[in-house]
């Protein structure tokens, strides 16, 4: 069965360094999203992207956030600088379709970021 | 805004007996999908059943059902049989047409404990 994979699963980072968290979404899916969840906290939608822009964006997702497609199969997320509190499981998904209020997102088994 | 209550952070259940997760939502959309999430302790996010806002049926999986009234903004997630498997964080989220977003926005989630 097809499925989301991160790497890595988990990253260990010094304050103000930069860090790339990298997905492989479903092959045939054209709508990916990147989420994360403060350890013990609801999971927080961070950006959704399509067509090699981003579609929308969370109030999370400011200027020290990127995401990419550098190829055919990765979809990446950087964080320029790090801080503290970006300790967080970061979660890729990916779907199919965008049907506006229904798409099924399938989720990967996250990347779990500490800054130390 | 839209927003998810769940307010049962923690529920445990015997093995085999069925168990009832609370979500309430609000939005003043009246186009919305609600969805729940299971995530064990590995930390993956399965998705488990959706409903849509305009389903006149409650939606089921397996052993998934989704109570879905309407007038009360309530979607609870019913598991039958439960199994020791299904011991888990379990998520409930919406997605809505609020101004063209449709960022979806998650509760904070119930622990769910199955005893054998």
């Known amino acids: 069965e097809p499925e989301v994979t991160q790497t890595p699963s988990h990253q260990v980072t010094q304050m103000g360094q930069e860090v790339i968290l990298r997905c492989v979404p479903i092959?045939?899916?054209?709508?990916f999203y990147w989420y994360r969840q403060i350890l013990g906290q609801k999971v927080e939608f961070l950006v959704s992207?399509?067509?090699?822009?981003?579609?929308?964006k969370s109030e999370i997702f400011d200027d020290q956030f990127s995401v990419e497609r550098p190829d055919g199969s990765n979809f990446t997320l950087k964080i320029r600088s790090t801080k503290l509190e970006d300790s967080a499981m970061y979660f890729c998904?990916?779907?199919?379709?965008?049907?506006?209020?229904?798409?099924?997102?399938?989720f990967g088994p996250g990347t779990r970021l500490t800054v130390l | 805004a839209q927003k998810i209550t769940q307010t049962q952070p923690g529920m445990f259940v015997q093995e085999k007996e069925a168990v009832t997760l609370d979500c309430t939502y609000d939005?003043?959309?009246?186009?919305?999908?609600l969805f729940w999430y299971k995530q064990p302790s590995s930390g993956e996010m399965i998705f488990l059943i959706y409903?849509?806002?305009?389903?006149?049926q409650n939606a089921t999986e397996g052993r998934y059902s989704l109570n879905f009234q309407k007038a009360r903004k309530s979607a609870n997630l019913v598991i039958s049989a439960s199994q020791l498997g299904d011991s888990a964080m379990y998520f409930c989220?919406?997605?809505?047409?609020?101004?063209?977003?449709?960022?979806?926005?998650f509760g904070r989630g119930t622990s769910l404990i199955v005893h054998p």
């Open positions: 092959s045939n899916h054209l709508y």
């Open positions: 939005t003043s959309d009246q186009s919305y999908g």
């Open positions: 409903q849509g806002s305009y389903d006149e």
């Open positions: 992207f399509y067509n090699n822009e981003i579609s929308e």
């Open positions: 998904a990916s779907s199919e379709t965008s049907g506006r209020v229904y798409n099924e997102q399938f």
């Open positions: 989220a919406m997605r809505a047409a609020s101004g063209g977003s449709y960022i979806p926005t």
